[in-house]
């Protein structure tokens, strides 16, 4: 995604896998995990608790429209302090965030800090299709 060569408009297609990172998405481009079986694509946020910048998964002012879809999104990290969110969004494009299992914490961190979903201000049209969200994982 970071990469000068990825530019607006391109489709990256994620392998089978668990990624242990913050996905940053500032571009407009579709990422597609795995649409019939979101398990086999797996973030895991590891409940960290310092992240540069809020939100596992973040489409945050892209510079294009996005569609992101076939992940599962588990153990969303966190800033040193404040709220856990698994997918932050924010701009003026098109965000769809689609064929996706995003789940919370449960029990395990205070009654609202724990966010499947966080839509910032922003104009652009947020698309939420065809997911699963659940509080924890039991």
């Avoid at 391109?10 to 990422?31: C, M, P, R, S, W």
């Avoid at 569609?67 to 709220?83: L, Q, T, W």
């Avoid at 003026?92 to 979903?117: E, R």
Wanted: glycine share 12%; with cysteine; proline share 1%.
């Amino acid at each position: 995604i970071d990469a000068v060569a990825t530019v607006d408009g391109h489709l990256i297609t994620v392998d089978a896998g668990v990624y242990k990172e913050q996905l940053n998405i500032n571009k407009g481009l579709t990422i597609t995990g795995d649409v019939s079986n979101p398990d086999n694509v797996v973030i895991d946020g590891e409940n960290m608790t310092n992240l540069a910048l809020d939100g596992q998964v973040r489409i945050y002012n892209p510079t294009g429209n996005v569609v992101f879809e076939g992940f599962k999104i588990i153990n969303g990290g966190r800033r040193s302090s404040g709220d856990y969110y698994a997918v932050l969004t924010k701009g003026n494009f098109s965000k769809t965030i689609q064929d996706c299992k995003i789940i919370g914490h449960g029990a395990s961190v205070d009654i609202g800090s724990d966010y499947g979903m966080w839509a910032y201000t922003a104009t652009g049209a947020l698309v939420v299709k065809d997911n699963f969200l659940r509080k924890s994982s039991t």
